[in-house]
């Protein structure tokens, strides 16, 4: 039907310009009121074509927007869109979930972290006291500028956290008894 209309509209065109070329020799040949009359004509025509070509192309282009809007709303287009939308939902579920995850796992971490050091902490106060204790039961025993000096190394330790060194200096203690 479209292609009918098509060629309709342009046989109707080519009558057109087939009128304005009647004009023309019309003109040539002096015939002015011929000639007005195949213009008047052609112009007629020639809108005619012009108007049936733009009531095709407006026809086409609703055909095609309700072929569109059909293919749209059909049921299989439907179901696609709503599988679609489904896998995005679990994948953005899933992307949530590997976030919170990582999160959690940071958070535990960090968590982990601020116990070890405050144990690490309570650890050396308590080496710290315990060898504080001992290094004043052999303070009779040693002489002042050993007792200073180990107490003074002690204190340094305890400052760095440096368990091992206390350790060491403890170990020095009992080899001195």
């Given amino acids: 039907m479209f292609g009918r209309l098509f060629f309709g ?7 057109a310009m087939l009128l304005f070329v009647l004009g023309f020799v019309c003109l040539q040949f002096g015939l002015v009121f011929l000639m007005g009359l195949f213009y008047l004509l052609a112009s007629k025509v020639m809108l005619l074509a012009l108007g049936l070509l733009a009531l095709l192309a407006v026809m086409t282009l609703f055909k095609a927007i309700y072929r569109e809007l059909r293919g749209y709303f059909s049921r299989e287009s439907a179901a696609v869109r709503q599988l679609l939308s489904l896998q995005i939902r679990r994948q953005n579920i899933e992307r949530r979930q590997a976030a919170e995850c990582r999160q959690l796992s940071y958070l535990s971490r960090f968590k982990r972290q601020r116990l070890l050091v405050a144990d690490n902490r ?18 009779a025993q ?4 050993r007792y200073k000096n180990l107490r003074k190394a002690l ?6 956290a440096d368990a ?4 060491a200096l403890r170990h020095q203690l009992h080899v001195v008894d």
Avoid: H, W
């Fill in 142 to 145: 040693l002489p002042a500028t």
């Fill in 155 to 160: 204190r340094t330790y305890r400052k760095q």
């Fill in 164 to 167: 091992a060194a206390m350790l």
């Fill in 9 to 15: 509209g342009l046989l109707i065109g080519s009558l």
């Fill in 122 to 139: 309570k650890q050396a106060r308590a080496l710290f006291a315990v060898i504080s204790d001992e290094l004043q039961a052999v303070r």
